[in-house]
């Protein structure tokens, strides 16, 4: 995977890149990750990277002329090919009006072979990169940052941990939160663990197993890994009703599953 960053403040990715998985990664050669600046594209003696939008209104938007200036000498792929799927690369504004990045996305880029960010800042990136050159726009969450840079970062670790071989047991990465691809609570997995079917993840405890005189539950150390499977199932349903009740809308649930939550549902009534 060869991931480009473009941004206007290179040096902030120097920390949080080179560490865990990330860095390990970068180290094997699962990913090769370069950060551009985007000043070195402007072609005036201020280095100018943004301007006032037309029509009036308050703050600056980046300009088209260093982004595409940057894309081209990188040699990005023609957009076309990008969004029919003929090439295995995508182009991706972070911006507060993307489409939300989940873990679905995570996955669909760590399919590819290259993706490259481009971090907006300011008000924002001027349409014609998004209308044009970009195929996808993503955004970290209904929040407002000052810029792209922390949602690149969050993007570029959530896809790296999903490359093959990155993560030490690569079976942690099918069970974990908003993970959909194992369904109504079934495991194929050997040990006790189960899949989140894209639930929230269960609790987890370690030693010691009584702590202040706050106790590990008595089915996690009773060796029934049956009863273990039923247990972790339960608790995520119930941590992602509580938590998150959206996500129950894409949940495939199981007979199971609707009696535990009808359970759960009468002693809260």
Same mark, same amino acid.
């Given at each position: 995977?060869?991931?480009?960053?473009?941004?206007?403040?290179?040096?902030?990715?120097?920390?949080?890149?080179?560490?865990?998985?990330?860095?390990?990664?970068?180290?094997?050669?699962?990913?090769?990750?370069?950060?551009?600046?985007?000043?070195?594209?402007?072609?005036?003696?201020?280095?100018?990277?943004?301007?006032?939008?037309?029509?009036?209104?308050?703050?600056?938007?980046?300009?088209?002329?260093?982004?595409?200036?940057?894309?081209?000498?990188?040699?990005?792929?023609?957009?076309?090919?990008?969004?029919?799927?003929?090439?295995?690369?995508?182009?991706?504004?972070?911006?507060?009006?993307?489409?939300?990045?989940?873990?679905?996305?995570?996955?669909?880029?760590?399919?590819?072979?290259?993706?490259?960010?481009?971090? &907006?800042?300011?008000?924002?990136?001027?349409?014609?990169?998004?209308?044009?050159?970009?195929?996808?726009?993503?955004?970290?969450?209904?929040?407002?940052?000052?810029?792209?840079?922390?949602?690149?970062?969050?993007?570029?670790?959530?896809?790296?941990?999903?490359?093959?071989?990155?993560? &030490?047991?690569?079976?942690?990465?099918?069970?974990?939160?908003?993970?959909?691809?194992?369904?109504?609570?079934?495991?194929?997995?050997?040990?006790?663990?189960?899949?989140? &079917?894209?639930?929230?993840?269960?609790?987890?405890?370690?030693?010691?197993?009584?702590?202040?005189?706050?106790?590990?539950?008595?089915?996690?150390?009773?060796?029934?890994?049956?009863?273990?499977?039923?247990?972790?199932?339960?608790?995520?349903?119930?941590?992602?009703?509580?938590?998150?009740?959206?996500?129950?809308?894409?949940?495939?649930?199981?007979?199971?599953?609707?009696?535990?939550?009808?359970?759960?549902?009468?002693?809260?009534?």
């Amino acid at each position: 995977m060869k991931a480009d960053i473009v941004t206007i403040f290179p040096d902030f990715f120097v920390g949080p890149l080179n560490h865990g998985i990330t860095r390990r990664a970068a180290e094997m050669g699962l990913v090769k990750i370069e950060v551009h600046d985007l000043r070195q594209f402007t072609h005036d003696r201020h280095r100018t990277v943004d301007d006032r939008p037309f029509g009036g209104g308050e703050g600056m938007v980046l300009k088209p002329e260093p982004i595409f200036d940057c894309l081209e000498t990188l040699q990005v792929v023609p957009r076309e090919q990008r969004v029919s799927g003929t090439a295995r690369e995508s182009v991706i504004v972070l911006s507060a009006q993307g489409q939300r990045f989940t873990q679905k996305a995570a996955s669909e880029l760590a399919a590819l072979d290259r993706m490259v960010l481009i971090c &907006g800042r300011y008000e924002g990136v001027d349409e014609r990169v998004s209308e044009f050159l970009a195929d996808r726009e993503l955004s970290i969450g209904d929040y407002v940052l000052s810029g792209g840079e922390l949602g690149a970062a969050v993007i570029i670790e959530a896809v790296t941990r999903l490359l093959p071989g990155a993560v &030490g047991n690569e079976a942690s990465t099918r069970q974990e939160s908003f993970t959909a691809d194992i369904h109504a609570g079934e495991s194929n997995l050997a040990d006790s663990t189960c899949g989140s &079917g894209g639930l929230l993840d269960y609790p987890h405890y370690t030693r010691p197993a009584e702590f202040r005189g706050m106790t590990v539950p008595e089915v996690l150390i009773n060796g029934n890994h049956q009863e273990i499977r039923r247990w972790r199932r339960e608790q995520a349903l119930k941590k992602t009703l509580r938590n998150r009740p959206d996500l129950m809308e894409d949940v495939e649930l199981s007979k199971d599953d609707k009696k535990i939550l009808e359970r759960v549902k009468v002693r809260h009534d």
